[in-house]
């Protein structure tokens, strides 16, 4: 039997798991520089393939999920996937991006680097 997703339900904007140590060092530098972290912040992601094709496919399934995606080849060979998503940095909302990430690059052999934003005033 197939029944239909509910369009009206929303996927959780924050995560009730922990935030990782590094996740609040970054809010806290942030923080720090004088960013206004009640506000939407332009976060990217960083995430690292050894294969064009897979870098392409993440970009692919996270444009599906929102987020706007820059794909680069480094130096290495690898080739780094930019995942960029508006969001107010909170602990919960970074640890919600951090666990999309990772569930995307799993399957495809790749590695979540880690997350950066710009101070926002």
Not at 4 to 10: A, G, Q, S, V
Request: overall charge negative; proline content about 8%; charged content about 25%.
């Amino acid at each position: 039997m197939f029944l239909p997703r509910n369009p009206w339900r929303r996927e959780p904007t924050e995560s009730l798991n922990e935030p990782e140590e590094e996740d609040l060092e970054r809010l806290a530098e942030l923080r720090e520089q004088g960013s206004r972290l009640n506000l939407p912040h332009p976060i990217r992601g960083f995430l690292r393939f050894d294969s064009e094709q897979a870098a392409r496919q993440v970009a692919e399934l996270l444009g599906k999920e929102g987020f706007s995606c820059r794909i680069r080849a480094s130096q290495d060979g690898s080739w780094v996937t930019v995942a960029i998503r508006q969001l107010v940095p909170t602990p919960g909302g970074i640890t919600r991006l951090r666990e999309q990430l990772e569930a995307a690059v799993a399957p495809n052999g790749g590695i979540y680097l880690g997350w950066d934003a710009p101070v926002v005033y």
